[in-house]
């Protein structure tokens, strides 16, 4: 029995060890954390499957605490793109002190306008660092008008939001906390204020960056504790890595689909002609026909002409996550009719686990996804896509795609991964509000010109 567990319990060790950037480091975190002070305890935490707990109105989400899910992640993990990491990550910035003092931040419900809201509030660890509301919830129980996004491998990101409107994770950051419809403070410098009346935050930021708080160095902390959420290691990346074991034979043949009869690729890789297993995503902007068949885009496009100035990125930001001009996605940036209700293509890594889907939070399961490609909705948008057509998959290789997605899943969120796939399987046998088999089968349409 010895003989057996004592191997057992080395594999174990092992494997810990795979997930966090090491041991060592992440009790020096925890240490410096203490240091900086303890937060406060919560009211209804929200356990991560399924929809969130019920809010009363006005009441923002239960503040998340810090927890293992909320700790730096592993560079040794299969299918992390290492040059590439560390070509984003700056020299010298993951220290244990720089790490714990953005996680504390990240918590930090001083932060806000009353004190009820955190960056976690809305980027929850135990749902992969999203909401899992169709938009998000902020400070006087504000509803916005966009899906959080996980921050899981956020760092890789060419551009932040679903519009790119922030270019690095430094000035997105900022948005957040002065946004009213979310943290509501009146600037980055009233948040240093509230911070900087705490002496362990003090010395904290100066034994990190040798002086007292400053904005510059409090959204640099933010997105130093972002720069440690490198999430890999799933079972497609040990498939990836030649374990053709890892994955189901419907994930693999859901791979296949991906890169030639889904399009997915044509998009959501790098490149759209080789079979990209690393981010998911091309890093650009395309209307796929999600909220415009809802809305009345062309006058909504005409009104933020008139209303939004150009250049000024906080008058996008209240105009994207608090009010009806969400809906025209980038154009709110440039101008471009090209950029009429275009959005980022997300990376789609831990998808599983950050229901609901797409930049409103529309779609509840990721079966509802596939219905929309397959039907190739927006198809009388004259901005969609060009690579948005019906798609002709039956119904098992609907269910191959969504395997795959589902194998995108990091170890850390394997069994809420397995949950939350029963979860949406079920709901997908009773309700499928996008399924059109017809028009997936059908030709495709005409698209009308585009109006001058
Ligand atoms: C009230 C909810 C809320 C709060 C609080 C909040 N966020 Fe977000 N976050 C969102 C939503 C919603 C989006 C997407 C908005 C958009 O794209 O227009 C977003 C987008 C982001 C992105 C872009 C990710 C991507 O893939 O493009 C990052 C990074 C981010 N938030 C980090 C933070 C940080 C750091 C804080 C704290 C300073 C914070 N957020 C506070 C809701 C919130
Ligand atoms: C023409 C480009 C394009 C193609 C082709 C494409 N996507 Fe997307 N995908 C996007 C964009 C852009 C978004 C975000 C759109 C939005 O929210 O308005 C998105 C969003 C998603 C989301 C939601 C992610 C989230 O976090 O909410 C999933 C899942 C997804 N795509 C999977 C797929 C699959 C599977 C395929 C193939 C069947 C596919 N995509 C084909 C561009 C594309």
Redesign the pocket.
């Known amino acids: 029995m010895r003989k057996f567990l004592l191997p057992v319990a080395v594999l174990l060790v092992a494997s810990a060890l795979l997930f966090t950037l090491n041991a060592d480091f992440r009790q020096a975190i925890r240490t410096a954390m203490g240091r900086l002070g303890g937060t406060a305890p919560a009211t209804q935490q929200d356990s991560g499957l399924g929809s969130p707990p019920a809010l009363a109105a006005g009441q923002a989400p239960a503040l998340p605490q810090p927890g293992p899910l909320a700790e730096p992640r592993s560079l040794e993990q299969i299918g992390l793109p290492r040059t590439l990491t560390d070509s984003i990550i700056p020299k010298g910035s993951l220290t244990p002190a720089a790490v714990a003092l953005g996680e504390k931040l990240f918590f930090e419900r001083r932060l806000s306008g009353n004190g009820t809201v955190s960056c976690a509030s809305c980027h929850n660890p135990v749902r992969a660092f999203t909401d899992g509301r169709p938009t998000s919830i902020g400070i006087h129980g504000c509803v916005g008008q966009r ?1 959080s ?1 996980t921050l899981l491998n956020a760092m890789y990101n060419k551009s932040q939001f ?1 519009d790119g409107r922030a270019p690095t994770l430094e000035a997105q950051a900022a948005l957040p906390i002065t946004d009213p419809c979310e943290s509501g403070l009146a600037s980055v410098t009233a948040a240093v204020s509230r911070i900087a009346k705490d002496p362990a935050y003090r010395s904290g930021f100066k034994s990190v960056y040798g002086h007292d708080p400053n904005g510059t160095d409090l959204l640099r902390a933010l997105a130093t504790y972002e720069r440690t959420l490198m999430s890999f290691g799933s079972p497609f990346d040990r498939f990836i890595a030649g374990d053709k074991t890892a994955i189901s034979a419907s994930a693999q043949r859901g791979w296949k689909l ?1 890169n030639d009869k ?3 690729n ?3 890789a790098l490149t759209a002609t080789k079979a990209d297993p690393t981010l998911f995503t091309d890093n650009i ?2 209307n ?1 026909g ?2 415009i068949i809802r809305h009345n885009v062309v006058a909504l496009a005409q009104k933020a002409r008139r209303e939004i100035a150009s250049g000024q990125l906080q008058q996008v930001d209240t105009a994207a996550i608090n009010s009806e001009l969400s809906v025209v996605g980038r154009f709110l940036l440039t101008k471009s009719s090209a950029d009429i209700a275009a ?4 990376d ?1 890594r831990n ?1 599983m686990v ?1 229901a609901p ?4 939070g529309s779609q509840m399961t ?1 079966w509802d ?2 219905d929309h ?1 397959n039907k190739g909705d927006g198809l009388k948008n004259p901005w969609l ?1 060009t ?2 057509q019906p ?1 002709a998959l039956g119904e098992r290789e609907i269910d191959d ?1 969504v395997a795959l ?1 589902a194998s995108l899943t990091s170890p850390q969120y394997r069994k809420l991964g397995d949950q939350e796939f029963a979860r949406q399987r079920a709901i997908a046998k009773v309700r499928r509000p996008q399924r059109d088999t017809k028009r997936a089968f059908g030709p495709k349409p005409k698209q009308p010109p585009i109006p001058h």
């Open positions: 899906n996004p679903w991906f889904a399009r997915c044509l998009c959501h902007f395309h796929i999600i909220g959005f980022k293509t997300p789609i998808v950050t889907y797409f930049h409103d990721l996804v596939m490609y896509d690579d948005i798609l795609l997605m």
